[in-house]
């Protein structure tokens, strides 16, 4: 198939098209690289991957045939959506209507990266995809949440009013080579703090959780999700649940370092607990996660030796 994958020079978008060309698919990658990094597509040079830097706020023109739009432009670290919080939203709307659109012009189907940032601070635990979500739409977050429930309520609205062919994958906490070294989420931050033996950073009392998923195992659900007969929202996560101080110990002591923890206040409106329930998942795809939390932060601490020339 030939396949277009916005926002494919970020750390999961890159994945995503090495997995397609490696089935076999040829794959036509747009990104503004606002956050994203041509490095990213290294393993793709000479490939079956033609690369487009475009921004899907605008018009989004692909001559030729298209099977399938995966739909994964957008800031998706704190760091980035709240020092970018209009270029967010208008990822998240214009991005996604235009995408939309180049997938009814196309006849192609339609995948679309949510998160599990819809749920908020969620009052249901582990979290279904029939809960709602507790979301405050006016807090500093609220640019990349409510524009994820906006992207999942537009790409419905086409499939209802127009036939496209879609599907939504709520993405839980996902980590492995190609995060940046300041992404300003967990897993990287404690990590280039840690190789580095400066102080480790947890903020709020380090009891709050998340449940971490590497990088590999969440493109495969994907890929099954793509070939999967439903439009419904589907979870892709790991469901194993730990706290953020238990997650920068164990990278403090996997690489060895003198780092010390220390703690800040917790952010407005970061969630308190996040746990995927991942049964429409194991159901509807045969999917759950193969790759263990400690496999998976020695293969992403290789990575970031090297970014960080250690």
């Given amino acids: ?103 009814l012009a196309k006849r192609a189907r339609f995948v679309l990266a949510s998160t599990s940032e819809v749920y908020g601070d969620p009052l249901e635990h582990p979290q279904k995809e029939t809960y709602w979500g507790h979301v405050n739409p006016i807090g500093p977050r609220g640019v990349y949440d409510e524009a994820k429930r906006f992207a999942e309520a537009m790409t419905l609205a086409y499939h209802r009013a127009h036939g496209v062919d879609t599907r939504i994958v709520r993405i839980f906490n996902t980590y492995g080579p190609r995060m940046r070294l300041h992404d300003g989420r967990a897993v990287p931050a404690f990590m280039t703090q840690a190789l580095r033996n400066e102080d480790v950073t947890v903020f709020g009392d380090g009891t709050q959780t998340r449940s971490f998923c590497y990088v590999s195992d969440l493109v495969d659900g994907v890929l099954r999700l793509m070939d999967a007969p439903t439009s419904d929202p589907v979870n892709i996560g790991n469901p194993r649940e730990v706290t953020i101080e238990a997650i920068a110990r164990t990278i403090i002591s996997l690489v060895g370092s003198q780092s010390r923890i220390v703690y800040r206040p917790l952010p407005v409106d970061d969630p308190r607990q996040r746990r995927p329930d991942i049964t429409r998942a194991r159901t509807l795809l045969a999917w759950e996660p193969r790759v263990d939390l400690e496999e998976g932060l020695g293969k992403t601490v290789d990575y970031f030796k090297r970014k960080l020339g250690i």
């Fill in 1 to 103: 198939m030939r396949i277009v994958v916005t926002g494919a020079a970020g750390f999961i978008g890159s994945h995503l098209a090495d997995a397609l060309v490696a089935r076999g698919h040829t794959v036509v990658g747009i990104d503004n690289l606002l956050t994203g990094a041509l490095a990213n597509l290294e393993a793709l040079r000479g490939r079956a991957f033609e690369f487009l830097q475009h921004d899907v706020t605008r018009h989004i023109a692909v001559d030729g045939s298209v099977d399938v739009v995966f739909h994964w432009a957008s800031p998706a670290s704190p760091i980035d959506y709240l020092k970018l919080p209009i270029q967010t939203l208008k990822v998240g709307s214009l991005g996604t209507h235009n995408a939309l659109g180049l997938a």
